[in-house]
């Protein structure tokens, strides 16, 4: 692997809250065009990885490079241009509840990167599009299902032509009939090359999809491998248990 292959470096990034560490000495790197998957137990860590490698949790240690550049947090400038090329998915949609679904899309065209508002609009339109919502530009937020207001947000993420995508359980605050339709995208974004890190629950999707996951449990990042590594037939990987656990109360849930 070249050094040009890869887009995403991070080395050592910790953070605690009071005396409790939440994020020990994370490190790996990330090759164009790959989807990584953070799997593990609730308060694994997975959500502050995200949040400390995009410094809206400023982490206590640790570096980012994007692209080859060491990311210099200190300088609002630099943090600025950098959050723009690294795009963030929340649980939670994120949404203004006062702007249609167009102008969720559109309002970082038009306030960060000072598009006229034609060429904007246009963008935004082919993001929706994009993620199926072409129909639905003119809804607010309240008018939209979960899964349409996530797909909004992913929309809005993509209009700004991430280098990396930072997904964090994105299906989490969804119905399960929801779902489905933004694992659909998430997929077609795989398949199209957007480079993801994503925390989630939904193993048997992202093992069909994933070039590795990131086990993390107490902070740690424990095991990371290809999925046929971790969750191999005859493997005694933590990250199997686990996983064969969640299939096993998914299973109970069904009954």
Known sequence: MNDSDII????????????????????????????????????????TLLQCINYLIPPDQGRVWLDGRQINPKSRRELSAYRQEVGMIFQDF???DHLNALENVRIALLKVKGMAKAAATERAMAELA??????????????????QKQRVSIARALAMDPKVLLLDEPTSALDPELIGEVLTVIKDLAQAGITMIMATHQISFSASLADEFLFMEKGRIV????????????????????????SELAGDAGQ
Do not use: I, M
């Open 94 to 96: 994120n949404l203004f």
């Open 130 to 147: 994009r993620v199926g919502l072409a129909g639905k530009a003119d809804l607010y937020p309240a008018q939209l299902s979960g899964g």
């Open 223 to 246: 095991e990371h491998g290809s999925p046929a590594e971790l969750l191999g037939k005859d493997c005694c990987s933590r990250t199997q248990a686990f996983c064969a656990k969640l």
């Open 8 to 47: 995403l470096k991070v080395e050592g990034l910790s953070k605690a809250f009071g005396n409790k560490p939440v994020l020990q000495d994370a490190t790996f790197t990330q090759r164009r065009g790959t989807l990584k998957v953070l799997v593990g137990p609730s308060g694994g860590g997975k959500s």
